[in-house]
């Protein structure tokens, strides 16, 4: 594996999937695959588990990781061509670039959308631009559009908790929240959801107006009506994101779609998923999250069996 910033085929899922869970059970089993390499973690936004599961990852490899907080520590970066750089930006990407990869083996890099600029936020600047520039393997921490690792990691918790021999029903359910979000996280989840067709079988729900963009929602079964795409649901991933189309916006949404434990009254089995952070009692009920039924620890706790096992792959490539 060169660069990790998108879902990958479905064979290198199950790859990846394999070896994540070889490293759960044996986390410093390859303790010596990094040995004198170094990983740089560089954070444009605020971030919990990506970061400190990637560092944790990197370090049962045997590599050193460096993380730099870039919005707050480092110079303000600009990635634009031929830009006069008479205003707020410091630092060239072209200039950076090189640098970064004189110092790392693997850049690693969380890198917001705007929310403001569709076309500029689907150019996916900052990690292109790392990529182009650094000469070295690139691991996106999030991008403007996906967000990879998380999706690798809740592949491997519905692959966990799936039961042997039945193909489980997957169900993405939009969720309120206080302020727009980006679509990066169902984006990827419906990527890699939709790679894995085979082994589930995907449905979307959401309001009218929070369609996702054609090239994520894939061939997934889009349902408006939240309480039909519930039935008979084996995992509810919850999330919030904003609108595509009218992009940023918060469509005004009629009825209640916060999921509680009464909105499973006929999925009495789904398992319930959410990345983190989430907005108790407003995307999530404490009842669901602090029961049994819910799987968000697991998948928390996955984001170091993914990315260790992304790390190793581009590890054994270099
Ligand atoms: N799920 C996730 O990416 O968490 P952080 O934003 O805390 O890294």
């Known amino acids: 594996m060169k660069h990790f910033i998108a879902a990958p085929d479905a064979s290198e899922i199950d790859r990846l999937i394999s070896s994540a ?8 089993a390859d303790k010596l695959l990094g040995e004198g390499k170094r990983i740089g973690m560089l954070f444009m936004n605020p ?15 045997g590599m050193d990781a460096i993380v730099l907080n870039l919005d707050k520590d480092g110079w303000k970066m600009e990635t634009g061509d031929g830009v006069v750089m008479n205003g707020s930006t410091v630092e060239h990407i072209k ?22 600029d569709k076309e500029e936020d689907e150019k996916d600047t900052m990690i292109r631009s790392l990529i182009r520039h650094t000469g070295k393997p690139v691991i996106s921490l999030e991008s403007t559009t996906l967000h990879p690792l998380q999706s690798l990691a809740d592949a491997i918790s519905i692959r966990e908790k799936s039961v042997p021999g039945r193909k489980p ?3 993405l359910s939009w969720a309120p929240h206080i302020k727009p979000l980006p679509q990066c996280v169902p984006n990827s989840f ?55 189309n009218d992009y940023g916006a918060m469509p005004a949404v009629q009825s209640d779609w916060q999921l509680r434990a009464s909105s499973l009254a006929h999925a009495p089995a789904a398992h319930i998923m959410h990345c983190l952070p989430v ?3 407003v995307e999530l009920s404490d009842e669901l999250l602090d029961s049994p039924r819910s ?13 260790q096992a992304v790390i190793a792959s581009i590890l054994k490539s270099l």
């Not at 790679?195 to 061939?219: C, K, M, S, W």
């Open 169 to 171: 029903k997957v169900v």
């Open 47 to 61: 971030s919990l588990r990506t970061r400190l599961s990637t560092q944790i990852a990197a370090q049962n490899l």
């Open 279 to 281: 907005r108790r009692n």
């Open 21 to 28: 869970l070889y490293y759960k059970q044996s986390p410093r």
């Open 95 to 116: 200039d950076a670039g090189p640098v970064l990869g004189s110092y790392f083996d693997i850049i690693c890099v969380r890198s917001f959308p705007s929310l403001t």
């Open 190 to 244: 419906a990527q890699w959801m939709n790679v894995l067709h085979r082994d589930v079988d995907f449905v979307i729900t959401h309001p009218e107006g929070y369609e996702l963009a054609p090239e994520y929602q894939g061939n997934a079964t889009l349902v408006y009506d939240q309480q039909e795409a519930l039935a008979d649901a084996d995992f509810v991933y919850v999330k919030n994101w904003s609108s595509y």
């Open 295 to 307: 799987i968000v620890p697991l998948q928390a706790a996955n984001r170091v069996w993914a990315a």
